[in-house]
């Protein structure tokens, strides 16, 4: 019997038992549907998560304080107001064409009768240029409010709700305080979000305030702590520059000799955006093994309803090889059958795949879920072995049986 003859074979048999088919290759349709839908899913995030960076800045270094990895050396020097003004100065850092500033402290925010604990950011007056963050209404800290240390504030859209009930109110007047300070509201920034933990939950004010009035920040030589420097590159080509040239005056300035004596860390969006991506990976594959379990079950499945279909068709056999059909035919059409279960399965879980993504893009506007073309091949190919591995013991068990045997089976 050729093999196109055990093909036309093999699908009559399913088609006789339509409904038994149709059940068995459940296991395998919401197999790959999940894989497939949770794998997209999580492609859609990482390019979720990059955009926003683009959005951000992709040319704006994060300098932090950092323990040195030194043995010898344990002292850290905090990064200052000063410095960050230096690095401005001609030929300190030409690849630098802006630097921010932040100091951050918690502190508790109270408006009317209701208050919440939020992040309280002392910000310089570019921050929000920097940072590309404006404001949906009022006014953003200027350089006046940073000379005076003025006691003005502007909040962030979970701070609005949290305080006034809603986030379309507006605030800007009101008095709130902030560490039983009195500060005025002057704007409302617009929402940010986060990957894991929401900008918007914020207060900023003016840096000067923050390091002055909310916090002694002063340091020994009369300049103050910062927090964060945000240092904005003249070009996304240009961030190794910048980074080696901030190095070197932060060296400079810390008393650093060899590289692990620094105590401070500057920071790429690369950097940030491959942690990121590495956590989001890693939960993708964490999820997508979970869903996987789902086509273990499903083939489990094909060969417990194939050893059924063999020992139902034992006669049959038994007939077949007496006519002269080899154990090569027997086996081909079990193993035949299996495989065009898991790939009808394959089929319609990568159509069910396409449907949780467009039903995922359509519940979050914010993700394009797409089905890419190496998830459908994994699909297709995940399909065929499931059906080849747990096919292949009922084929076989079928191709080895003895005519006399098969022909006396009741």
């Known amino acids: 019997m050729d093999l196109a003859q055990t093909f036309r074979v093999a699908v009559e048999s399913l088609l006789i038992n339509r409904l038994r088919s149709v059940l068995t290759t459940l296991g395998i349709i919401i197999g790959v549907g999940a894989v497939i839908g949770l794998v997209s899913l999580g492609r859609a995030v990482e390019a979720f998560i990059a955009s926003e960076f683009n959005a951000l800045g992709s040319n704006i270094l994060q300098v932090t304080s950092a323990a040195p990895r030194s043995p010898t050396r344990d002292r850290i020097a905090p990064l200052t107001s000063r410095e960050a003004q230096t690095l401005l100065r001609p030929g300190v850092a030409p690849s630098v064409v802006a630097v921010a500033a932040e100091y951050q402290l918690f502190g508790q925010v109270v408006a009317r009768t209701n208050n919440t604990t939020t992040t309280i950011r002392g910000v310089s007056d570019n921050y929000g240029t920097v940072r590309n963050w ?57 929402e940010r979000g986060g990957t894991f933990i929401s900008e918007d939950n914020v207060v900023l004010v003016p840096i000067t305030t923050a390091q002055s009035r909310l916090d002694n920040a002063r340091t020994p030589d009369g300049s103050f702590r910062v927090t964060t420097i945000y240092a ?63 086509l273990l079950v499903g083939g489990i499945g094909i060969m417990n309803i194939m050893l059924v279909s063999v020992t139902e068709r034992t006669r049959e056999i038994g007939l ?91």
């Not at 059409?333 to 790939?343: A, D, H, K, R, Y």
């Not at 089905?371 to 065929?384: E, F, I, N």
């Open 134 to 190: 404006a404001v949906s209404v009022g006014e953003f800290i200027t350089p006046q409010h940073v000379a005076d240390a003025a006691r003005v504030a502007l909040l962030g859209l979970d701070v609005v709700e949290r305080l006034y009930g809603s986030r379309d109110f507006n605030p800007v007047g009101e008095t709130i305080r902030l560490n039983q300070r009195s500060f005025t509201v002057i704007g409302v920034l617009t």
């Open 232 to 294: 904005q590159a003249r070009s996304e080509a240009e961030l190794p520059s910048a980074v080696e040239e901030i190095t070197q005056f932060l060296s400079e300035a810390h008393g650093v000799v060899f590289a692990d004596e620094q105590d401070f860390r500057i920071t790429t969006p690369s950097d940030i955006l491959g942690i990121v991506n590495q956590v989001s990976g890693v939960l993708t594959v964490f999820l997508a093994m979970i869903a996987g379990i789902s």
């Open 320 to 410: 077949r090889k007496a006519l002269g059909a080899r154990a090569s035919d027997i086996l081909n059409q079990f193993l035949i059958e299996s495989v065009l279960l898991s790939l009808v399965g394959g089929f319609f879980g990568i159509v069910l795949g396409g449907v949780a993504a467009a039903i995922g893009t359509a519940l979050i506007p914010q993700l394009t879920i797409t089905l890419s073309a190496d998830a459908v091949v994994l699909a297709t190919v995940v399909s065929t072995f499931v059906g080849v591995f747990f096919g292949y013991y009922p084929a076989r068990r079928a191709a080895n049986m003895r005519p006399i045997d098969a022909l006396r089976f009741e």
